[in-house]
């Protein structure tokens, strides 16, 4: 790795864009540059609104008026709306159209000459989200950035915020490895974008022939984009068109200096702006969530095997040393970084059940009678086939129990027997979208990323480690998740 130089400098000299902006990263990211370097040049944030105002609305409620500004807020004081009028430009916008949907030219255009950097943090992370919503956002959202960096008079390198989860189910050791367009996970050949594409738009024109009702489109693109996931590897709707995704970034570049970064399952805040700011419930919190309130029955999943979690702040900062690393530094392929710990600090699910057990032991939840709910060590089943009998049984004993002699309760009682069905066949499903991260057995390779690490700390920005720090080696997991992540996520998450 070549000399970094001084990254708050780089910020003071740079103008950023930044898609998504209302999202968990991108929030994070926002206040971390205006609290670190106020003196940044210019930060453009592309939020989706129907209008101006509508834009601003957006961003003083979802964006400063979290508890996440909290610290800027009392830094700044009063300056604070001073330095967003000064250093902040609102766009609203949509990755999913040419020209990200800004429709002010002049606007358009002042970008276009200004933008340095532009960060695309824009994604939806749905598992089962519809395959045309996905695709139109995690995929051709991603050419859509890529043409309009393209089209900037100066930008230096585009960031694309991947997952490390594009690796589908595979095991062992994965690589810091790009995808090549059209490669697929199972060998499968004829993967093409556009096909895809004309596939949801056949089946939309199908369904919308037939009558469907909305519901019955909206699952039928979401049965289609897990079909179609499976069909070439991925496991589900949202790895697929991520990688896809990668794959456009990839290929379409030219010689523009382009980023992926994988980050692997985000967890709440390390250290900055403060310890356990979460927002959203991610992958392992609805876990958590379940347990603690006593709605989790049963795990399923191999508790020795590794949960890759990184905290969010971590992954900003990587973000931030990667963009600053690779301005300007145009090679024929993209750099690929997987932000994460299984290989330097790995933590399993066995540690994450322990944790859980022994903190809502001691601090359990209230439930909505008043009373604290009461938790154990959960039950695990090693396999799929072990917990559909689990539901099985469970289903017909909760149906045994409300067997009554009157036949009028009888006839009340077939609604219920309905809405149980429907709720085990919706816990089935999702835990077949969780399935391969509760049996993951791969380590993500961060060969590229120690080399950013140790960039940053050799050349040039040593003073500055401390501030952009994401080294997962420092994390203590068992102090992390009882002293900051479980309960910054209930104060923050929990409902």
């Not at 902006?21 to 609104?49: D, S, T, W």
């Not at 604070?80 to 766009?91: F, G, Y």
């Not at 039950?379 to 009028?408: C, H, Q």
Request: net charge neutral; glycine share 8%.
């Amino acid at each position: 790795m070549e000399n970094i130089g001084s990254i708050l400098q780089f910020l003071e000299n740079n103008t950023i864009l930044v898609t998504g902006a209302a999202g968990f990263l991108a929030k994070i990211f926002v206040e971390k540059i205006l609290r670190v370097q106020p003196n940044v040049k210019k930060l453009y944030l592309l939020l989706r609104a129907p209008d101006a105002k509508s834009a601003s609305l957006r961003f003083h409620n979802e964006v400063i008026g979290k508890d996440l500004f909290k610290v800027l807020k009392e830094k700044c004081g009063a300056n604070l709306n001073t330095l967003i009028a000064e250093k902040v430009t609102l766009v609203r916008g949509d990755i999913c159209y040419e020209d990200l949907s800004v429709e002010d030219s002049d606007l358009r255009q002042e970008m276009l000459n200004d933008l340095d950097v532009i960060v695309n943090l824009a994604a939806t992370t749905n598992f089962d989200e519809r395959y045309d919503v996905a695709l139109g956002i995690n995929t051709l959202g991603a050419r859509h950035v890529l043409n309009f960096a393209k089209k900037c008079v100066k930008v230096k390198v585009l960031v694309h915020v991947s997952t490390a989860y594009v690796c589908g189910e595979r095991a062992g050791l994965i690589q810091e490895k790009a995808y090549k367009m059209g490669e697929t996970l199972n060998g499968v050949s004829g993967l093409d974008i556009n096909e895809e594409k004309r596939v949801i738009e056949e089946t939309l024109t199908q369904l919308q022939a037939e009558g469907a009702k909305e519901d019955e489109i909206t699952q039928a693109m979401k049965d289609l984009g897990i079909q179609r996931a499976r069909n070439y590897g991925w496991p589900n709707t949202y790895v697929f068109t991520k990688a896809m995704g990668e794959m456009i970034v990839g290929h379409q570049k030219e010689n523009l200096s382009v980023v992926i970064l994988r980050p692997t399952i985000i967890t709440s805040t390390y250290k900055e702006p403060f310890p356990g700011w979460a927002e959203g419930v991610r992958t392992i919190d609805s876990l958590a969530i379940g347990y603690a309130k006593g709605r989790l029955p049963c795990f399923v999943g191999d508790v020795t095997s590794i949960v890759d979690a990184i905290p969010a702040d971590m992954v900003v900062n990587s973000i931030i040393v990667a963009m600053v690393a690779h301005a300007n530094r145009a090679c024929d392929h993209e750099v690929v970084y997987q932000v994460g710990s299984s290989a330097r600090n790995p933590l399993r699910y066995s540690n994450i059940q322990d944790y859980g057990l022994r903190y809502f032991t001691k601090k359990p939840w209230i439930g909505k009678d008043g009373k604290p709910i009461k938790v154990g060590k959960l039950k695990v089943l090693s396999d799929m086939s072990s917990f559909r009998r689990y539901m099985d049984i469970r289903y017909l004993l909760l149906l045994k129990g409300l067997e009554v002699a009157n036949t009028a309760f009888c006839r009340f009682f077939q609604g219920v027997y309905s809405d149980l069905n429907r709720k085990i066949t919706y816990v089935i499903r999702l835990v077949e979208l969780y399935k391969p991260y509760l049996f993951f057995h791969g380590v993500f390779e961060d060969v590229n990323t120690e080399k950013l690490r140790l960039g940053g700390r050799e050349n040039g920005v040593g003073v500055e480690t401390e501030t952009f720090y994401f080294d997962p080696n420092c994390i203590d997991w068992e102090d992390y998740f009882m002293n900051t992540h479980i309960p910054g996520v209930v104060k923050h998450v929990f409902k």
